[in-house]
Nanobody, 121 residues
Framework: QVQLVESGGGLVQPGGSLRLSCVAS????????MGWYRQAPGKERELVAV???????NYADSVKGRFTISRDNAKNTIYLQMNSLKPEDTAVYYC???????????????WGKGTLVTVSS
C-alpha cells in the first residue's frame, strides 16, 4: 500500500508564510508527477502546483509568484512554500502523486488526507 502524509498546515495572518510537506511511503517502484491541490469550503478541488521528477513545474495563475513547489526525489517528498498568503488561500491542501507500485501494475493516483491552511487576522 502507498500512503501520502501532509504536514505544515495551520493558522497564519495575511501576508504570512507557511511551508507544507508531503511524504510518500509504502510499496513504491517509481513516482511520476506530484502536486498540491486545494479545496475551499463550498468550492471544487483545484490544482495549485505540480512538479515532475525532473523538476518541471506548473502553477495555478492565482498562486504564481507567491507559491513555490519543490521536490526531493531521494526522500519521496514534495514541499509547497507559500508566501504572501491571502484569505482566499484558505483551504484544505491535498497532496497528490502518480505512483507505480510494482513492475506488474500501472501507475495510479494517490491522495493524502489533507492539511488545513487558514489565512486570517
Amino acid at each position: 500500500q502507498v500512503q501520502l502524509v501532509e504536514s505544515g498546515g495551520g493558522l497564519v495572518q495575511p501576508g504570512g508564510s507557511l511551508r507544507l510537506s508531503c511524504v510518500a511511503s509504502g510499496s513504491i517502484l517509481s513516482i511520476h508527477a506530484m502536486g498540491w491541490y486545494r479545496q475551499a469550503p463550498g468550492k471544487e478541488r483545484e490544482l495549485v502546483a505540480v512538479i515532475t521528477p525532473g523538476g518541471v513545474t506548473n502553477y495555478a495563475d492565482s498562486v504564481k509568484g507567491r507559491f513555490t513547489i519543490s521536490r526531493d526525489n531521494a526522500k519521496n517528498t514534495i514541499y509547497l512554500q507559500m508566501n504572501s498568503l491571502k484569505p482566499e488561500d484558505t483551504a484544505v491542501y491535498y497532496c497528490n502523486a502518480r505512483i507505480r507500485g510494482t513492475w506488474f501494475t500501472d501507475p495510479m493516483d494517490y491522495w493524502g488526507k489533507g492539511t488545513l491552511v487558514t489565512v486570517s487576522s
